[in-house]
């Protein structure tokens, strides 16, 4: 169906874009700005892009999930708070995806390695490939002729933000339309997405072209996007009619989790990074300094989803302490060392890096201190160690245990 102006008004309310502003103070007004949405209106229409100017057909929470600006538990409290679970199911499940996608590559890590392994392949093939190289320029300036994938590619480079729909839509056109690299639209998602995350980024590209779910691809079909972006667009004849699966020769075995229990007391220099920018209330010691670390902006990352990470690092430092201090740099060792040292301390803790580039830096950076006699702590938030331990296969195992896990964390009342 299409809907008519009045059922707009009715249903999606006003007209509503969202300032993605990198702050915990702007993520928390937006949760409250969206609550009372949480519910039946999210369920109905949540699948509905209508463009940059109405976003009220979903949280656009995800900015500030992502840097944990606000946290996962946080957005469950305040939705139980306003709907019963079963009224807002819907959008607690996709609260819970985040976490199954951390969960699942972090206990699957050879699919990070591929994806590295894989873009690099694909990126060396451009430089030998004129025709391929052509046509993925073509697709990342929004050249396709294909209106709406230029729409959405435009939008996303201007905005750093995508409908989650869209972004199905456009990741499917990408791989069986244009025939591209996975690895390639994965890697410009990444660098474009304010909320870009390393695992939901990698495994929803990969569930697209029917590796994450063996055989299951996603097609974006005309009269789907058609209905979804209420007639913006229809790109009739322009779309792949088969999505054959992608396939790989790798197996990639289940590596189980085990959390490392950091020390509970002594002065420690406390670490901000991108990962998680409210950290305070889960790192246990005595705080005696905050500095926070930014890798420098790589040159094929926009400038729009660094800034926000850069500044909302920078929130969190101020936050936390009125003395701490923000670094841009290659060389965290050094910059650590000397934070360290000028509070007197050599343990430095920081909250739990989800596989990714930061991940991968902070393990360099931890045999490096540990060579100049500093111990770097990684600790694991209670919500991750509930939901984890569950996202070892597809979603439906993690999603039968979200009752029991809300119980768990004290966000739900045993008989509810």
């Known amino acids: 169906m299409t809907f008519s102006e009045d059922l707009f008004a009715d249903h999606l309310g006003p007209l509503q874009s969202v300032e993605f502003e990198p702050t915990r103070r702007a993520g928390l007004a ?44 946080e957005i469950l409290t305040q939705t139980l708070a306003s709907h019963s679970p079963s009224v807002a199911m819907k959008f607690i499940q ?68 995508l409908h989650n729909h869209a972004r199905m839509w456009f990741a499917s056109i990408w791989i ?39 055989g299951k691809t996603y097609q974006a079909r005309s009269s789907n996007i058609a209905k979804y972006t209420q007639g913006a667009f229809y790109p009739a004849s322009q779309l792949a009619e088969t999505a054959n699966p992608l396939i790989e020769v790798h197996e990639h075995p289940l590596v189980p989790f085990n959390a490392v229990q950091p020390p509970e007391h002594g002065n420690y220099l406390l670490l901000v990074t991108g990962e998680d ?15 926070g670390l930014v890798l420098p902006r790589e040159t094929d990352t926009g400038a729009i989803p660094y800034t926000f990470k850069k500044d909302a690092v920078t929130d969190a430092v101020t936050r936390l302490c009125a003395h701490g201090k923000v670094t841009t740099t290659h060389d965290w060792t050094s910059a650590i060392l000397s934070a360290a040292q000028q509070v007197g301390t050599n343990d430095v803790r920081t909250t ?59 966000l739900l009342d045993a008989e509810n």
């Open 30 to 73: 937006r949760l409250e700005a969206f609550t009372s949405r949480a519910g039946a209106h999210y369920a109905q229409l949540r699948n509905y892009d209508c463009g940059t100017a109405r976003r009220s057909t979903v949280s656009a929470l995800s900015p500030w999930i992502r840097h944990r600006l606000i946290s996962e538990e």
């Open 94 to 161: 996709e609260v819970f995806w985040r976490s199954y996608f951390k969960g699942w590559l972090q206990q699957h890590p050879s699919v990070w390695k591929s994806y590295q392994d894989g873009l690099h392949k694909a990126q060396n093939r451009l430089e030998t490939n004129v025709h391929q190289n052509t046509d993925y320029l073509n697709a990342i300036d929004g050249r396709t002729g294909i209106s709406c994938f230029d729409h959405w590619c435009l939008e996303l480079k201007k905005t750093g933000y």
């Open 176 to 214: 069986f339309t244009l025939r591209l690299p996975w690895e390639l639209g994965a890697h410009f998602f990444l660098n474009h997405l304010i909320d870009g995350d390393p695992a939901s980024n990698a495994l929803s590209w990969r569930w697209v072209g029917g590796l994450h779910t063996k």
């Open 277 to 291: 920018c409210n950290p305070g209330p889960f790192v246990r010691g005595t705080l005696q300094g905050v500095l």
């Open 352 to 410: 739990f890096a989800p596989i990714g580039p930061i991940a991968t830096k902070l393990a360099g950076v931890q045999k490096d201190l540990k060579a100049a006699g500093i111990t770097l702590h990684q600790e694991h938030r209670p919500y991750d160690l509930k939901a984890w331990p569950y996202a070892t296969k597809g979603f439906f195992k993690l999603r039968k245990k979200i009752p029991s896990i809300m119980v768990d964390l004290g």
